[in-house]
């Protein structure tokens, strides 16, 4: 935040509201410091009490938000929970002139009313959502492919058995998570992927965003027990050339379905995009 004093520009430290203390939301909180003077962590909310309490005795500054709409006084929201906060609180925000930092990416295709609306205010211009690149990158050659245009854009996600084994989309459809072979166990669009896998696969929403949409967007999941890491290919086709981007991401220490680089990602999303401007 910006206010101006006798023609001198000042630049306030920002707050900041992190919603989700779990890897990435306690990631950022551990590393906050690196933003000293520019966001200062002001408020946080889990639905377990006891991420809450530890918060309370490390930092005895920063307020309990009583639900994930509390947000009004902080200037930065920074979702890192599941798809549904996403959705409860996306109407609220779009309403202000915050900046809304979302980790669960498969919501805004996922859910009809929250991709039109955010279609419509990239339209406008109103650019206050910043998706960080999450466990993906590459997006600022996307950017300039797309300026000619994206032919094709496929997603192949491969994870240990692991990451899959309670997860409903495969209980449902009796997948067997093989320990010999690697095992196809999703093929369609990004939001299918998002709705089948919303833990896990929001690396295919944020690609769906950046190029051809979440029913254009192909997306091929692997169980696979000979690997340790979470590996994301992606394939563009294009008449300006044919790329493909390959990572192969060590998991977090706590949680295996995360990369530990999506909570990079946020500091890259801070420093760059909120920082400078
Ligand atoms: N965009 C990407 O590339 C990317 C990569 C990895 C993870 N993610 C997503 O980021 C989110 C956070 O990931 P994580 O590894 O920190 O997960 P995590 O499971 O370690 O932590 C999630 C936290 O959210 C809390 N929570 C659950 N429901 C809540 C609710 N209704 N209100 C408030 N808090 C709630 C949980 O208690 C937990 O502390 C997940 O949705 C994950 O799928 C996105």
Redesign the pocket.
């Known amino acids: 935040m910006k206010v101006t004093l006798q023609g001198m520009k000042i630049r306030m430290s920002q707050k900041l509201c992190i919603?989700?203390?779990?890897?990435?939301?306690s990631e950022i909180i551990r590393n906050l410091d690196k933003f000293r003077k520019k966001i200062e962590l002001s408020a946080v909310?889990?639905?377990?009490k006891k991420?809450m309490e530890e918060i309370t005795a490390k930092y005895p500054k920063v307020r309990l938000m009583t639900s994930?709409s509390d947000f009004d006084d902080c200037d930065i929201v920074i979702e890192?929970?599941?798809?549904?906060?996403v959705k409860?609180i996306f109407n609220k925000i779009v309403k202000t002139e915050k900046i809304f930092i979302p980790?669960?990416?498969?919501a805004f295709i996922t859910d009809e009313k929250i991709y039109s609306n955010y279609i419509a205010l990239e339209k406008a211009k109103r650019q206050l959502i910043k998706f960080?690149s999450?466990?993906?990158g590459g997006f600022d050659a996307i950017h300039s492919i797309k300026q000619i245009g994206i032919i094709s854009a496929k997603l192949t996600t491969t994870k240990p058995p692991i990451v899959f084994r309670e997860q409903r989309y495969i209980k449902e459809n009796k997948i067997n998570l093989s320990e010999n072979e690697k095992t196809q166990v999703f093929k369609g669009n990004a939001k299918e992927a998002a709705k089948a896998f919303?833990?896990?696969i929001?690396?295919g929403?944020?690609l769906a965003l950046a190029t051809l949409g979440p029913e254009e967007t192909s997306v091929e999941v692997y169980s696979d027990p000979f690997i340790k890491k979470n590996i994301h290919e992606i394939e563009i086709q294009s008449e300006v050339g044919v790329y493909r981007f390959s990572f192969q991401n060590n998991p977090?220490p706590?949680?295996p379905?995360?990369?530990w680089l999506?909570?990079l990602?946020i500091f890259d999303t801070l420093e760059n995009r909120i920082c400078e401007e």
């Open positions: 919603i989700g203390l779990g890897f990435i939301g909310f889990d639905i377990d991420k994930s890192a929970a599941i798809q549904q906060v409860e980790m669960s990416i498969g960080p999450g466990a993906i919303p833990r896990s929001n690396v929403a944020r977090s706590t949680n379905k995360t990369s999506a909570a990602s």
